[in-house]
């Protein structure tokens, strides 16, 4: 057993000791049988999230409404979930409602792949009722039951199982892909914040080929927004996209400027998708950076708006597609920069003001102006220096 899951077997025998089944479940059951490691360990009980209140000191209602109750053990904290089972479905995204069972197997019947089906007790032993072991040996991602039913109750499977044929390197089984070829119409009644994670993971996996390959074959990507036009960009970087992204804002920086978004197209479609607007700025300037690597160099002012955090993405994005790899020339030219913030800048704004410069939108356009005067290395950032142009231009 790993590590984390050796931690949490006291939790589990608690819960057994007092009448009542826990299991260890989901991702970090499969991948622990995958033998890598696990970030969060899961766990799923027959006991009622009050039950499970009562049996320890120290608890948070994380999602009490779907059974989920934070234990806290040993500065840890481990989700538990009652065994639920999920019936109706109306709007193709959330069970109407929730219901605890005290059975294990109407647990895993409602999960969405075989290989996260699988169930682990305290001292090791798998529960494997719907064949996932098998599927994971021989590295497939197949829906638990009916694949159309499974896919028509809850649209964001779909996205799943592609991200997980990218982050695992499986081969979604031919009637899975096919109910999910049917059904990716549904793709557009989710959120998109959730389809967003989803593709985030994938074009972060290991095999985003892959998934990008089954994620354009199944037609899913007709239902993402801003997609639809994009049919040859997104097929040309489903050959390009040999490893996956680093980062969110890579990942966004990627489509952007394959897409061939200018920055004012990127704040659409990334609003479309609701991302923050610390992430539309950061993939605007990344992104003019990446389309400047492909066909020549930055300018010192490019590289001074990158700044240390989006010169990596850039020049990620621009290998990517095709660029050859600048990133030590890139750091070089960066760690030369005369200032790397407007902060070091040598005048102020009480400097300018001193000087007889009136408050006002005009004190910033000249602080500004004096920004970019220094990075390009057209003054020296010498208070003295940029007092005395400002003075001559007045
Ligand atoms: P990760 O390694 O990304 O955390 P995971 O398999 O643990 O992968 P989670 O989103 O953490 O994925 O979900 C935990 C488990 O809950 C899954 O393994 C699966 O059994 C179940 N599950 C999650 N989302 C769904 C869903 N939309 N439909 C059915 N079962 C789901
Ligand atoms: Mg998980």
Known sequence: LPHEFELARPVLQTIEQAGYEAYFVGGSVRDTILGKDIHDVDIATSAYPNEIKGLFKRTVDTGIEHGTVMILDHGTGYETTTFRSESTYTDFRRPDQVTFVRSLNEDLKRRDFTINALAMKEDGTVIDLFDGLADLKHRQIRAVGDAQERFHEDALRMMRAV?????????IVPETQAAITAHAQLLAKIAVERTQVE???????????????????????????????????????????????????????????????????????????????????????????????????????????????????????AVILGASDRQSDLQAALAALPIHHKKELAATGRDLMQAGVQPGPQLGAILGDLEYQVVTGALPNDTTALVAHVNANK
């Open 163 to 171: 991200r997980f044929a990218s982050q695992l390197d499986f081969q």
């Open 199 to 317: 593709l985030l993971k994938l074009l972060q996996g290991k095999a985003p080929q892959r998934g990008l390959q089954d994620f354009m074959d199944t037609g899913l990507w007709q239902h993402c927004p801003g997609f639809a036009d994009h049919e040859a960009d997104l097929a040309a970087l489903t050959q390009q996209l040999t490893h996956g992204v680093s980062s969110d804002t890579a990942a966004w920086t990627l489509l952007a400027t394959k897409f061939g978004l200018t920055s004012s197209e990127i704040t659409p479609f990334l609003k479309h998708w609701k991302t923050a607007n610390q992430t539309i700025t950061a993939v605007q300037t990344a992104s003019r950076a990446a389309t400047l690597l492909l066909t020549g160099e930055l300018t010192a002012w490019q590289l001074y708006q990158c700044g240390a955090d989006l010169v990596p993405v850039a020049n990620e994005v």
